[in-house]
């Protein structure tokens, strides 16, 4: 009898399921049915932290808490509830996986799934229900700190690498927060600077990859940015959070401030922000213990509700938001589990980071260097040795373990020859970011001269020198909240360069930056490496690719100009250009006008005809492609039609390699002025020596249009265009014209 009644007792039960408990229910009924059961109090809760990284759920209805974590390269170490500091965890040393300049260098779309997939994975394992990143602010400048985080100059190329990373995060049940929405193109004042910028320039180069992260990757949050625009701090923005993100994008995700980012509530209620990190309240922040319930959007949002001076139905939207995000990520009991520090993770990122390597310069074919035929190996720089996982700002990590340059050249050497290391120049000794530690010791009092004189001894009798230099990501020198103050690599790097390369015929210069920077001896060196900050497994990628194991693919995101003035953002030395000048009236904010436009990167430098150092979309390999004739498969199109182009692309090399073939439109004609081409299609092939592969390119009028600001749409005029297809931008192989009726 007993049994029959509670059997009885739990159908009763079972029936009365709330909705938002029933996976078998869609989501927005589900959200629909937790809003209409919450308390204001709860519905207020959930807009804003709770600690440093999290925020609460509904503890009463069952609903879990939202944990957020850093960052675009790896998990963060565990920090304390409401301290930057560590909270000391012993099993949070993660697999830091390659800077986003490294990845964007790939252009390889599937090698853009595995890191989101692969970090994914590793945010999941740590239970955590947000990434913050990816990062895809356009490089302006290549004095922005935190370039090295981002993937690069051409709005189509972030567009088309930051959807794959998304979708592989989101994989996994955890969700991305696309930042820094939009206009954070430097660190130097972040906070007060007012961007002008014109909304054709806004729509054609700033926004498309953000665009793209929200319709096509459908990213689940956004992070909006420090700085400020039309005049509005970017957190609490009518234009780009209600008119753009959530009207024209109808993006359904949750808006995330950066932290601190919010600087008062009433703007914060109606101007788009839906959940509130890392305020600095009336002075009550920084460990006081209530210094949550100040938030903009906590007691005193509260207060204004009560007051009805705010609306309840404004306040639902932004519920709905962070319910939504809730139920894609917390409550789907579908999610993946995750991993954390897996072979798997580590042997991602050392492909990505061998295939982002971009080979700019190889006179005399120096590199591969053949290590049968190699009696010794002279490593020289700071860079050789020291940790680049600890510091840069927010993306630092406490990684398992991080393989140097020169480790990975030591492993792969071997016994096979003698490789010797010589310090070269001495940089930034320290090392710990957050209480993270690297524990290398890195003190060494000796004078330049002395560094360099002992380097160049050694250099004499070397058949090989790899010179490992550039940034470190301490201040000034590729880190957040702080930009570089020149091109010019630091610590007189330049001069060992410069030393080492007139006594030793073969050097390589392997450098590290997310950065371009100037490079003086390029004629005196004949084999040059970009490198970027590659992260847990950096020896071992640059060492596949330096030995040959791995034949470099990567192609330049940015171009590296020859000076900094050549490059648009500088080309005035107008300091309302760069980096913005201060108000007179007290605010301490300062305005910033964009005046370059859209003409920036190679747009700049194709159409001002000025040489760069290394263009855009350049990069080299150990072997040889030859392009056949473009052809289209047809002479003219109607707006709504397309055309598709055949190019073949054979490897005339002796080894196995692939090429980024890159389609560039101009528009031969047009009512308004246009750079010279803009790239609109890349695909990476990969070849056999003498193989060839037919690449296509299918062309719509997307490809051919501008944003006309006055009629705020996409226009494409019609008239005659050229697509060019090219190995790099300023390395156009074939070109066909076309007609758009
Ligand atoms: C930082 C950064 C942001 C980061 C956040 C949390 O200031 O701007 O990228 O995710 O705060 O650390």
């Known amino acids: 009898m007993l049994s029959v009644a509670l059997l009885a007792g739990f159908t009763a039960v079972a029936a009365t399921t709330p909705v938002y408990l029933d996976d078998t229910k869609p989501i927005e009924e589900r959200v629909e049915d937790v809003l209409k ?62 800077a986003l300049t490294c990845l964007a260098a790939t252009w390889d779309r599937n090698l853009s799934m595995l890191y989101g997939t692969s970090i994914g994975e590793e945010a999941r ?58 206009l954070n193109n430097q660190e130097m004042n972040r906070h007060t600077t007012n961007v002008i910028v014109d909304d054709r320039t806004l729509y054609e180069i700033y926004l498309p990859a953000f665009k793209a992260a929200v319709l096509e990757g459908k990213t689940w949050t956004i992070m909006a940015s420090y700085n400020l625009y039309k005049n509005q701090h970017v957190c609490t923005n009518q234009y780009l959070l209600n008119d753009i993100l959530k009207g024209e994008w109808k993006f359904d995700g949750a808006v995330v401030s950066d932290w601190g980012g919010v600087h008062e509530t009433d703007q914060a209620i109606t101007n788009g922000m839906d959940m509130e990190f890392g305020s600095w309240t009336d002075g009550l922040a920084n460990g006081v213990s209530n210094a949550y319930d100040n938030y903009y959007l906590a007691n005193p949002y509260l207060d204004a509700l009560k007051s009805g001076k705010a609306s ?99 492993e792969f050497v071997g016994s096979k020859a003698e490789v010797q290391y010589v310090r070269g ?12 530690v690297t524990g290398q010791n890195l003190k060494d009092d000796r004078s330049a001269d002395e560094l360099i004189a002992e380097a160049v001894e050694a250099a004499r009798n070397a058949d090989y020198v790899i010179f490992v230099g550039g940034l470190n990501k301490s201040e000034h020198q590729d880190c957040e909240d702080s930009d570089r103050t020149g091109l010019e690599l630091p610590y007189a790097q330049d001069r060992v360069i410069e030393a080492l390369a007139a006594v030793n015929k073969r050097m390589v210069v392997v450098n590290l930056s997310g950065n371009a920077v100037a490079m003086p001896w390029v004629k005196k060196v004949p084999a040059i490496l970009q490198a970027w900050f590659i992260g847990s497994e950096a020896g071992h990628s640059i060492a596949d690719v330096i030995f040959g194991v791995v034949n470099p693919s990567g192609k330049l ?185």
């Open 37 to 98: 059961r919450m308390t204001l109090e709860e519905k207020v809760a959930v807009c804003h932290a709770q600690s440093k990284f999290s925020s609460q759920g509904v503890k009463r209805l069952g609903i879990p808490e939202v944990w957020m974590t850093d960052g675009p390269h790896g998990i963060r170490p565990e920090v304390k509830w409401d301290k930057w500091n560590q909270a000391g965890w012993t099993n949070d040393s993660c697999v830091a996986f390659p």
């Open 125 to 182: 394992y740590r239970k955590k229900t947000v990434l913050l990143g990816p990062g895809v602010n356009i490089y302006r400048t290549p004095l922005n700190g935190r370039n090295f985080e981002y993937m690069g100059e051409d709005p189509y190329l972030a567009a088309q690498m930051v959807v794959p990373y998304v979708k592989g995060v989101q994989s996994n049940g955890v969700a991305t927060c696309v930042k820094h929405y939009a």
């Open 312 to 410: 309840e139905e404004v306040l639902n939207d932004k519920v709905r938001r962070v319910l939504r995000l809730i139920f894609r990520t917390e409550m789907n009991r579908n999610r993946p589990w995750g991993s954390f520090c897996s072979d798997e993770h580590y042997r991602a990122a050392r492909a990505i980071g061998a295939d982002g390597i971009v080979l700019l310069q190889n006179k005399n074919n120096v590199l591969p260097i053949d290590i049968a035929t190699t009696k010794k190996i002279l490593v020289v720089g700071e860079n050789a040795i020291k940790m680049m996982t600890v510091g840069g700002g927010s993306s630092s990590l406490k990684v398992q373990r991080e393989i140097s340059p020169l480790d990975g050249i030591r």
């Open 425 to 436: 120049y001495v940089g930034d000794t320290s090392g710990e970011y957050n209480g993270v």
């Open 557 to 741: 995101p940015m171009t590296f100009p020859v000076k900094l003035s050549d490059s648009p953002a500088h080309a005035n030395g107008d300091a309302n250009q760069y980096p913005g000048v201060e108000r007179n009236d007290g605010s301490r904010r300062l305005d910033e006008k964009y005046t370059e436009g859209i003409y920036v990167g190679y747009r700049w430098f194709d159409t001002k005809n000025i040489a760069p150092l290394f263009a855009f979309g350049h990069g080299l390999s150990y072997t040889t492609f030859k392009y056949g004739k473009v052809t289209a498969d047809k002479t003219s199109m109607t707006a709504d039609g397309e055309i598709t182009l055949s190019v073949d692309v054979t490897n005339t090399g002796s080894r196995k390699g692939a090429e980024v073939v890159q389609l560039y439109i101009t528009d031969k004609k047009c009512s308004v002025d246009r750079p010279a081409k803009e790239l609109k299609g890349f695909e990476k092939v990969s070849l056999n020596p003498g193989e060839t592969a037919t690449v296509k390119f299918t062309i719509k009028s997307d490809a051919l249009s501008f944003f006309d600001a006055d009629a705020h749409k996409w226009v494409a005029e019609p008239g005659v265009f050229t697509a060019r297809i090219a190995a790099a931008a300023d390395d156009v192989r074939t070109s066909v014209d076309f007609e758009l009726k």
